[in-house]
C-alpha cells in the first residue's frame, strides 16, 4: 500500500513538474514573437518566484484545513483549471494582454508554493524510516532528470511544432497530474487529526524553527546555501564559459547539464549507499558541506573548460548527497504533523531572498567580474560548513534502522 502510495505521488508529481517547464517555454516562446523584449520575458520568473514565495507563506493555513493527499489534490485541481483558462485565452494573446498571461503564471506558482510542501511532508508518510534515504533518492533523481531534460525538450517541441501546441501538451500532463493526485487523495481519505492541536497553529512551522536549534541550523545552512547557488543559473554561467574558459556557446550547455548530471549521480549513488548515510548522516553532510565550498572556489579560478566540466559535476554531486541526507534527517527528527508547515515556512525563507540576491549577483558580475562572484558564493558556502562544525552537536542522528 505504502510504496504504491509513494509511486502514485512521485508519477504524479513528476508530470505536474514537466508540464511546469512545457508551459513556462510555452509562454517564453510566445511572449518573444510578441514583443521581442528580454524585459518581459525577464518578468516571468520574476511573477512566479514572488508568488511561490506568497505560496508557502499561505501554506499552513491551508494546511489545517486540509488533509496532505486532499490538499496536493486540490492545488493540482486549480492549477489545471488556471492553464485552461490561460489556453483559452491563447490565440487572443497580445502584447497589451501580456500581464493578464503573468498573472495566471503567478497562480500557479501560488498553487505550486502548497503542492511542494505537502509532497516533501507526504514522502515519510508513505514509505518506512529505514528507506527514507532511498525514497529521497529516488524523488532527487527523477525530479533532476525532469529539470535536465524538460527545457531543452521543451525547446525542440516548440521548433518542431508551435507554441500552442505545448502548452495543450501540459495541459494533458496537468490532467494526468489531476487524476492521479484523486486517486492517491481516495487511497488516504481521512480526517484531519484532533491528537496534535498545537499543529492548528498556522504559525507552527516557524515557531517550530525558532524553538529548535536543529531546525534554526538547517533553515540558516539552506538560506545561505540557496544564495550562494545563485552563481550556478544559466545567465551567470553563459558569462562564465564567455570571459572565464573562453569557450564556445556549446560549452555552456555542457557545464549546464554536467551539473544536472552530477545531481542524479548524487541520487543513484545515495540509493546505493543508503545505509552508510543513515548511519554517517552528521560525518557526511559536513564533509559535502566544505567540498562543496571548495569546489565552487576552485571552478572559479580555473580557466580549462575540461576541468570546470568536471567540477561541475562534482558540485552537482556533492550538493545531492548533502541535501538527500540533510532532508531525510529533517523528516526523521521532526513530527509528522508539523513536517508540512516546516517545509512551508523553510521554502518561504529560501525564497524571501532568492531573487534579490540573484539581482545582486548579475550586477557584481558586471562591476567585479564572474571569478569573484563564483568565489564570493565558495566563501559563503565555506561559511555554512563552518556553522554545520560549530553546531553539528544539533545535527541528531536519529537513523535507527
Not at 179 to 197: C, F, K, M, P, T
Not at 301 to 321: E, H, M, W
Request: proline share 3%.
Amino acid at each position: 500500500m505504502k510504496r504504491h502510495s509513494f509511486r502514485l505521488l512521485l508519477t504524479g508529481q513528476s508530470m505536474a513538474n514537466l508540464g511546469d517547464v512545457f508551459y513556462i517555454v510555452s509562454l517564453i516562446s510566445t511572449i518573444y514573437l510578441l514583443t521581442g523584449s528580454a524585459f518581459y520575458m525577464a518578468l516571468l520568473p520574476f511573477f512566479s518566484m514572488s508568488a511561490r514565495f506568497l505560496g508557502a507563506l499561505a501554506a499552513p493555513r491551508v494546511i489545517n484545513r486540509f488533509p496532505l493527499p486532499q490538499l496536493l489534490a486540490y492545488s493540482q485541481r486549480l492549477k489545471t483549471i488556471l492553464l485552461l483558462t490561460l489556453v483559452a485565452s491563447y490565440d487572443h494573446m497580445m502584447q497589451e494582454t501580456i500581464l493578464l498571461a503573468f498573472m495566471f503564471v503567478s497562480g500557479i506558482a501560488f498553487l505550486d508554493g502548497w503542492a511542494s510542501p505537502a509532497s516533501s511532508a507526504l514522502i515519510p508518510r508513505l514509505v518506512e524510516r529505514d528507506q527514507l534515504v532511498k525514497a529521497n533518492g529516488v524523488w532527487g533523481i527523477v525530479t533532476q532528470t525532469i529539470q535536465l531534460s524538460a527545457w531543452p525538450l521543451g525547446g525542440i517541441l516548440v521548433a518542431f511544432s508551435s507554441a500552442e501546441a505545448l502548452i495543450w501538451m501540459t495541459v494533458f500532463l496537468y490532467i494526468a497530474a489531476t487524476l492521479l493526485a484523486g486517486w492517491l487523495e481516495r487511497l488516504h481519505d481521512v480526517e484531519i487529526s484532533e491528537e496534535h492541536q498545537e499543529s492548528k497553529d498556522r504559525r507552527a512551522g516557524w515557531k517550530a524553527i525558532v524553538k529548535s536549534p536543529f531546525l534554526r541550523l538547517v533553515t540558516v545552512v539552506e538560506l545561505v546555501e540557496v544564495n550562494a547557488g545563485v552563481v550556478w543559473i544559466a545567465a551567470i554561467m553563459y558569462v562564465y564559459v564567455a570571459e572565464v574558459l573562453q569557450a564556445g556557446e556549446p560549452w555552456w550547455g555542457y557545464i549546464n547539464s554536467s551539473f544536472f548530471a552530477g545531481l542524479i549521480a548524487g541520487g543513484l549513488i545515495a540509493i546505493r549507499i543508503d545505509q552508510l548515510l543513515h548511519r554517517r548522516a552528521r560525518f557526511i553532510i559536513i564533509l559535502t558541506a566544505y567540498l562543496a565550498a571548495l569546489t565552487t572556489m576552485v571552478f572559479g579560478l580555473i580557466s580549462n573548460p575540461y576541468a570546470a566540466l568536471l567540477l561541475s559535476v562534482l558540485f552537482g554531486f556533492l550538493t545531492q548527497i548533502k541535501g538527500i541526507t540533510l532532508d531525510t534527517l529533517v523528516q526523521l527528527n521532526v513530527k509528522e504533523h508539523l513536517l508540512p508547515k516546516v517545509y512551508a515556512a523553510q521554502e518561504a525563507v529560501s525564497l524571501s531572498t532568492y531573487a534579490a540576491i540573484t539581482l545582486l549577483a548579475g550586477f557584481l558580475v558586471d562591476l567585479i567580474g564572474v571569478r569573484f562572484v563564483f568565489i564570493a558564493a565558495g566563501l559563503l558556502l565555506l561559511c555554512s560548513g563552518i556553522m554545520l562544525t560549530i553546531w553539528k552537536k544539533f545535527l541528531k542522528a536519529d537513523f535507527q534502522i
